[in-house]
Structures are given as C-alpha cells and as structure tokens.
C-alpha cells in the first residue's frame, strides 16, 4: 500500500482555524449561553412569559454570534472579509422572508376571516328561517 505525504498546507488557505484555547473559549460559552435560558425556563424564575420569550431570543442570538465567531471563524479579516459580507446579505435576506412572510399571514388573517356576526340587519329574516331563539318559534 503506498504512503501518502501529507504536509500541513491548506492549499493557499493563509488563514487561523482556531486554536484549541478559541474552541474551548466557544463552547464554554456556548454552554453557559445555553444554561441560564434552560434555568430561567424550567424554575420560571420570571412570571411574565413575555419577557422570559424576550431574554431567551436574547440568548439565541448571543449563542449565535459565539458559534459564527469561534467555530464558523466568521470575521471581517477572514478572506479579506468576504465571508461576513455574505453572512450579513443572507441574514438580510432571511429577514426580508421572514418579515413578509409573516406580513402577509398576519394580514391574511386579519382581511379573510369571516365577520362572525350572524344578524340581519335592515331586513327581516328569510322565510323559513327563524330569529335563533329556540322559544320563539315562527
């Protein structure tokens, strides 16, 4: 079987993968950014769902950036910051989806439901069909 050289270049590739310190760094951070929504969700520590939703998003968002920063190596001086233009035109681009999307269910919802109101106004009921009232009957 023949031996194979492998040396460690990356072929042109002049940029840090991380060191064992940024990956250790990432995850404790990820864990911690994990933890406390956990905590604060499972004791209930805050009584107003609302805010626990709002500081949970922030959390979400935290862990985000630490996973884009330590284990994706997402910075401007990586590839001469190509990389963080395309991460920033696709979450632009998400938020444009995601943001009419709801837009448009949102306003589905409000225009397409029906009024509800049963009542005849400014008529008499059809024949055969009676007031509702099941005492009085027609």
């Known amino acids: 079987m023949a031996h194979h050289a492998h040396n460690d270049a990356h072929h042109g590739d002049d940029?840090?993968?991380?060191?064992f310190k940024s990956y250790m760094t990432g995850f404790i951070l990820s864990v911690i950014l994990t933890v406390i929504p956990f905590w604060l969700v499972m004791e209930e520590v805050l009584e107003n769902p609302t805010a626990t939703i709002l500081i949970v998003t922030g959390f979400a968002v935290a862990q985000i950036i630490v996973h884009v920063i330590?284990?994706?190596h997402v910075t401007p001086s990586a590839e001469e910051g190509w990389t963080l233009t395309s991460t920033v035109f696709t979450l632009v681009v998400v938020f444009i989806m995601v943001a009419g999307s709801v837009w448009v269910m949102f306003?589905?919802?409000?225009?397409?439901m029906p009024a509800h109101d049963m009542t005849v106004t400014g008529a008499e009921a059809?024949?055969?069909?009676?007031?509702?009232?099941p005492e009085s009957p027609q």
């Open 15 to 19: 940029h840090s993968h991380g060191s």
């Open 70 to 72: 330590y284990f994706l």
């Open 107 to 112: 306003n589905m919802n409000a225009n397409m």
């Open 126 to 133: 059809p024949e055969g069909m009676g007031s509702g009232d």
